[in-house]
C-alpha cells in the first residue's frame, strides 16, 4: 500500500511509519518532487488494516499498489531515481560509460585499459575479479588480488569501479573496496546474493537473467530495495533466443519499457547481449536511441590474448570511436555524458 501524506514534516512522518511499523509492516519513505508517500510492503494478506491509516490527520490517502514489484515501480515513485557513485551522477540526464575487461589479468593490463578509457571519455571503470564461468576449467579469476588491482587502477585514474559478486559471503569484503557490486546474469534470482547486496551501502548493478522475463528482472531488483538499497542500476544484457549467430538477443524494447514501469535508471550492455565486437558500436548508438541511462562495454588492449571475453572486446582505439559516434546521437536524445 502506499500511503500518501498531506504533510512533509518530518515529525508527521514519523508518526505514520511508527503506525505502519505497529501493524507490522515495513516503512520504505520515497520522497518524490511533489510528494512524500510511505510504502508499506510486507505480508499481503492483512493490507485492508493499512487502510484504516487513512483516517489519520496529515494523511491524504491510501492507496493500493497494483504491481508486483512495490518499491521499484513508478507506482510508489514517479520521479527518476538520481544518484551518485564516487562522483558520477548516474540517472537524470547524465550518460554513464562503463568500460574496462572482462576480467582482470594483471596489473599491466587494467592499469592500461583503465587509462584507455579513462582517456576516451568513461567514468567508470569494469573489471571481473570472481568471474562465473560456464566451465570450472575456465579461468575464474584473480579473485581478491584482482580486487586489489582495481582499487589501484581506480586509485590511479580517479574512476569509481564495479565488480561482480557471486556469493553472499564475499559481499562484504568485495563491499569494502568496490564502488559498485555487480550481480551477474547468472545470478540475477540468487535471491540470498540479492538480500545481502540490499544490507550494504552499495549501489548495486544488476543484470538481467539470460532467460529471465522483465517482471522476473524487476523482481529481483525488488528483492534489493527491500532490504532497504534504493540504489540500483538495471542492465538490459541480451536473453537467450533460438538465434545463435549473436551470442545473445538484445531486447531493446526493454529499455523504454523498463523506463515506463520503473524510476531505477537503465542500462545496456552490448557486449555481452552480442558477443562479437564489431556489433558493439551499432547496438551501443541504438540503446542511446533507444533512452538508455549508460552503457556497459568491454575493453581490452588485446582481445586476442584475452582470458575471457575476447571476441566481444574493443581495442581501446574501437572504444574511442564508439564514444565518438554516440556523442551527437546524445545531443539528440538530451543527455549528457
Ligand atoms: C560480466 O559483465 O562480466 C558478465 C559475466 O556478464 P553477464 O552476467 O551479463 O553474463
Ligand atoms: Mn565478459
Excluded at 30 to 48: L, Y
Excluded at 120 to 127: K, P
Excluded at 310 to 335: H, N
Amino acid at each position: 500500500m502506499i500511503i500518501v501524506m498531506a504533510s512533509r514534516k518530518r515529525e508527521d512522518i514519523d508518526y505514520v511509519v511508527s503506525r505502519i511499523e505497529e501493524l507490522g509492516y515495513n516503512a520504505h519513505l520515497i520522497e518524490g518532487e511533489q510528494r512524500t508517500v510511505i510504502a508499506a510492503v510486507g505480508d499481503e494478506r492483512g493490507k485492508f488494516r493499512l487502510q484504516s491509516l487513512e483516517s489519520l490527520p496529515h494523511v491524504e490517502k491510501v492507496v493500493p499498489i497494483l504491481q508486483p514489484f512495490k518499491l521499484v515501480g513508478r507506482e510508489a515513485k514517479l520521479d527518476d531515481t538520481v544518484f551518485n557513485i564516487g562522483g558520477v551522477q548516474i540517472g537524470g540526464g547524465r550518460f554513464c560509460v562503463i568500460a574496462g575487461p572482462c576480467s582482470v589479468e594483471s596489473r599491466e593490463q587494467i592499469l592500461e585499459t583503465a587509462h584507455a578509457i579513462k582517456e576516451a571519455g568513461a567514468t567508470i571503470l569494469r573489471g571481473g575479479a570472481y568471474k562465473p564461468r560456464t566451465s570450472p576449467y575456465s579461468f575464474q579469476g584473480l579473485e581478491d588480488e584482482g580486487l586489489d588491482l582495481l582499487r589501484e587502477a581506480g586509485d590511479a585514474t580517479g574512476l569509481p569501479f564495479v565488480t561482480e559478486v557471486i556469493t553472499p559471503d564475499q559481499v562484504s569484503s568485495v563491499a569494502e573496496r568496490a564502488d559498485m557490486l555487480q550481480i551477474g546474469a547468472r545470478n540475477m534470482q540468487n535471491f540470498g546474493l540479492l538480500k545481502a547486496v540490499g544490507r550494504t551501502n552499495k549501489p548495486v548493478f544488476l543484470k538481467r537473467g539470460m532467460m529471465s522475463t522483465i517482471n522476473e528482472f524487476l523482481m529481483s531488483a525488488e528483492y534489493i530495495l527491500s532490504e532497504g538499497n534504493k540504489e540500483v542500476i538495471l542492465c538490459e544484457r541480451g536473453i537467450r533466443t533460438f538465434e545463435t549467430e549473436t551470442r545473445n538477443t538484445l531486447d531493446l524494447s526493454a529499455v523504454p519499457l523498463l523506463k515506463r514501469l520503473t524510476h531505477l535508471p537503465v542500462f545496456v550492455d552490448p557486449s555481452h547481449a552480442t558477443g562479437h565486437w564489431d556489433l558493439v558500436i551499432p547496438m551501443a548508438k541504438a540503446a542511446v536511441v533507444a533512452g538508455a541511462d549508460g552503457l556497459m562495454i568491454e575493453v581490452h588492449p588485446r582481445p586476442s590474448e584475452a582470458f575471457s571475453d575476447g571476441a566481444q572486446s574493443l581495442k581501446p582505439e574501437r572504444f574511442r570511436q564508439l564514444m565518438q559516434e554516440i556523442a551527437p546521437l546524445l545531443a539528440i536524445v538530451g543527455k549528457k555524458l
